[in-house]
């Protein structure tokens, strides 16, 4: 699956994005998706992942009640809906994809390009 992530910007600290990560082929719901995030001089990590029909969600610590992961089959989309954000939310961020859970939480298989989204205080 060829996944597409767009809807990064600049937002103030407080403030809320939604990114959207579009993927294509018939095969979108068969896949476990996922965001991950990676700032400046920081390696790569994960942020919130979806199973395969959106029943269940699972988050990093950091990010757990302030944002949000869904998606929509029917369209092929991911969402990741940010909200009370902060700078240290200030990172490069990927969709990815994965057959297995444990996959799309720590090593996914298929990635998308990266969105840049800035937090400024």
């Known amino acids: 699956v060829l996944l597409q992530a767009y809807g990064g910007g600049l937002v103030q600290a407080g403030g809320s994005l939604r990114l959207s990560c579009a993927g294509s082929g018939r095969t979108f719901s068969s896949y476990h998706m996922g965001w991950f995030r990676q700032a400046p001089g920081k390696e790569r990590e994960f942020v919130a992942a979806?199973?395969?029909?959106?029943?269940?969600?699972y988050y990093a610590d950091s990010v757990k009640g302030r944002f949000t992961i869904s998606r929509d089959n029917a369209k092929n989309t991911v969402y990741l809906q940010m909200n009370s954000m902060k700078p240290e939310d200030t990172a490069v961020y990927y969709c990815?994809?994965?057959?297995?859970?444990?996959?799309?939480?720590?090593?996914?298989?298929?990635w998308g390009q990266g969105t840049q989204v800035t937090v400024s205080s």
């Open positions: 990815a994809a994965g057959r297995t859970i444990t996959i799309i939480t720590t090593s996914p298989t298929q």
């Open positions: 979806i199973n395969t029909n959106g029943g269940n969600t």
